[in-house]
C-alpha cells in the first residue's frame, strides 16, 4: 500500500523537557480545560481520592465555572492553566475531568510561559488536545493519565506513581485478572502485527487527535510509537478518523501502533453488513509495516496506565508491552 505523504512537512523536533516529578505532600492544581461539571460531588471525590494518594489540593479560580456545556470561558480556562502554572506552590497540573472543547484553549495560552515553569499536566480524554499542544509546542512531557475525579484502583494508582512519582523507566504490561474460568481473557493483548520498535511515545484519544490534523497543535509523529483509544463512537465513524489519519500522511511517519480501549465502540443503528472494528484495524494498519498490538490498559477502561507523551519506548507487539527508555520526571 502506497501511503500519501504527510500535507506538512515534519517541524524540527524540540529538545525534550520534563517536569520535576511529583512527592506526597505536594500540592496538585485542579482545573478543568474541558466540559462543565454541575454536581457538587464529583469535586468533592477528586479532592478525597487525591488526598488518599498523598496529594493536596488547590482548585484553580475558575474551576466550577461554566459556559453552556464548557467549564467557562476558554479564556478562563486558559487564565487558570496560567494562573497554576506561575504559582511556585503548585507542583502539577490535573484535570478533573475530560468532555469537550479543549481544544478552544489551545490558542489563548501562553506556551513560553509553560516552558519556562514545567510542571506536570495530565488527564486523558479530551485532554488530547491540550496534553498535544503543550508537547508540540514546547517540548514538555505531558500525562495521559487518570482525571481527578476517575476510578483510582490499585492498579492505576500504581502506575502513576510509578511514572509520575518514582520516576521509574519501567515497562507497561496489562494486568491479567484472574477469574473463575478456566482461561481468563481480561487484560490480554492482541498481537495484530509483530515486531519491535522504538520511538517517542505520543497520541491519545483518536477523535481528538484527529481534530488536529492540519494545525500547530498536532506534535511531529516521524518515527512515534503513536497510542490511540476511544469510546462511544460508531464503527463507521473510527473508520472515518483512522482514514483521515491515514490520507493526511500522518500514518505513514509512525514507527509503531498501540491500541487501547476502545470502548462502546459498536454498530450504527439500523446499518447492514458493516466492518467489525477488527476488520478496520486490519484495514487500517495491515500495511503500514511496522508493529501493532491491541488492547493496552489506557483510556475509557477501568485500570489504566499512565502515559508519558514525549519519551521513548520500545513497543513489543508481540509482548504486548511498552518499556520506557528513559523516566518521564525529573528528580
Same mark, same amino acid.
Given at each position: $500500500? ?7 512537512? %515534519?517541524? %524540527?523536533?524540540?529538545?525534550? @523537557?520534563?517536569? =520535576? ?8 492544581? @485542579?482545573?478543568?480545560?474541558?466540559? !462543565? ?23 484553580? %479560580? ?5 459556559? /453552556? ?8 480556562? !486558559? ?21 469537550? #472543547? ?20 495530565? /488527564? ?14 514546547? #517540548? ?6 487518570? *482525571?481527578? +475525579? ?14 509520575? $512519582? ?5 515497562? @507497561? ?5 484472574? #477469574? ?11 498481537? @495484530?502485527?509483530? /515486531?519491535?520498535?522504538? /520511538? ?19 506534535? &511531529?509523529?516521524?518515527?512515534?510509537? *503513536? ?13 472515518? $478518523? ?10 505513514? +511517519? ?23 472494528? &477488527? ?7 495491515? #500495511? ?5 498490538? =491491541? ?7 477501568? =485500570? ?12 513489543? !507487539?508481540? !509482548? ?6 528513559? %523516566?518521564?520526571?525529573?528528580?
Amino acid at each position: $500500500m502506497t501511503l500519501p505523504a504527510p500535507i506538512h512537512p %515534519p517541524r %524540527p523536533p524540540r529538545p525534550l @523537557l520534563l517536569p =520535576r516529578r511529583l512527592q506526597p505532600g505536594d500540592t496538585l492544581g @485542579l482545573f478543568n480545560p474541558s466540559g !462543565a461539571i454541575y454536581e457538587r460531588a464529583p469535586f468533592d471525590h477528586a479532592h478525597a481520592t487525591l488526598q488518599a494518594l498523598g496529594f493536596r489540593t488547590r482548585e484553580a %479560580p475558575n474551576l466550577r465555572a461554566r459556559h /453552556g456545556h464548557l467549564a467557562g470561558t476558554a479564556q478562563q480556562r !486558559a487564565d487558570d492553566i496560567h494562573v497554576l502554572v506561575a504559582d511556585p506552590g503548585i507542583a502539577g497540573l490535573l484535570a478533573v475531568t475530560g468532555g469537550s #472543547g479543549a481544544n478552544r484553549v489551545l490558542p489563548h495560552l501562553d506556551y513560553a510561559r509553560i516552558a519556562a515553569q514545567p510542571k506536570f499536566i495530565g /488527564g486523558f480524554s479530551d485532554l488530547t488536545a491540550l496534553l498535544s499542544a503543550v508537547h508540540a509546542q514546547t #517540548g514538555l512531557v505531558t500525562f495521559h493519565s487518570p *482525571l481527578a +475525579r476517575s476510578e483510582w484502583n490499585a492498579f492505576s494508582a500504581a502506575q502513576f506513581k510509578a511514572v509520575a $512519582m518514582d520516576g521509574l523507566a519501567h515497562t @507497561l504490561r496489562n494486568e491479567i485478572v484472574p #477469574g473463575d474460568d478456566l482461561v481468563s481473557f481480561e487484560g490480554r493483548t492482541t498481537t @495484530l502485527r509483530g /515486531g519491535r520498535a522504538q /520511538g517517542p511515545l505520543l497520541g491519545g484519544n483518536l477523535a481528538v487527535l484527529t481534530s488536529l490534523v492540519g494545525t500547530p497543535y498536532l506534535p &511531529d509523529l516521524d518515527g512515534a510509537i *503513536l497510542c490511540l483509544e476511544d469510546v462511544n463512537e460508531y464503527i463507521y465513524r473510527v473508520d472515518r $478518523m483512522l482514514s483521515t489519519l491515514l490520507l493526511s500522511g500522518v500514518l505513514a +511517519r509512525v514507527a509503531g501502533v498501540v491500541l487501547g480501549g476502545f470502548t462502546n465502540c459498536l454498530v450504527s443503528e439500523g446499518s447492514f453488513g458493516t466492518l467489525t472494528l &477488527d476488520e478496520v484495524f486490519d484495514d487500517t494498519f495491515g #500495511g503500514l509495516g511496522v508493529p501493532v498490538y =491491541r488492547g493496552a490498559q489506557f483510556g475509557h477502561v477501568k =485500570r489504566k496506565f499512565t502515559l508519558p507523551l514525549g519519551v521513548p519506548v520500545e513497543i513489543d !507487539a508481540d !509482548a504486548g508491552t511498552l518499556r520506557l527508555l528513559q %523516566p518521564a520526571v525529573r528528580p
